[in-house]
């Protein structure tokens, strides 16, 4: 089992940074995934970033490629996800994510653990 504990995120103005941690503890397995979603109001869940545990591959959505950096910090069991030119459409609820196997690290459904959420807006 993979248990997720969130912080960071808030308020802030566009053009500035935020930074998540997720806490993750039992992501043992060698193709086990960590995922950041959101979900703004109306809307679907939507990957955003990703990286595998042991490897340290990492995936991006199109529309945070080259603002948001997710990394992992294997000693600490936590992943951390550098949002930096946020801007009024990343304003959602942010969600990290646990997937044991690695299966699709973009999918949503791929992913069987998840965190509380985080509320991030991004005013203009």
């Known amino acids: 089992q993979v248990q997720l504990v969130e912080s960071g995120g808030g308020l802030v103005q566009a053009g500035g940074s935020l930074r998540f941690s997720c806490a993750a503890s039992g992501c043992t397995f060698s193709r086990c995934t960590m995922g950041w979603f959101r979900q703004a109001p109306g809307k679907e869940r939507e990957f955003v970033a990703a990286?595998?545990?042991?490897?340290?591959?990492?995936y991006y959505a199109d529309s945070v490629k080259g603002r948001f950096t997710i990394s992992r910090d294997n000693a600490k069991n936590t992943v951390y996800l550098q949002m930096n030119s946020l801007k009024p459409e990343d304003t959602a609820i942010y969600y990290c994510?646990?997937?044991?196997?690695?299966?699709?690290?973009?999918?949503?459904?791929?992913?069987?653990?998840w965190g509380q959420g985080t509320q991030v807006t991004v005013s203009s």
């Open positions: 990286i595998t545990w042991s490897v340290g591959s990492t």
């Open positions: 994510a646990g997937d044991l196997y690695g299966s699709s690290p973009a999918t949503p459904n791929a992913y069987d653990y």
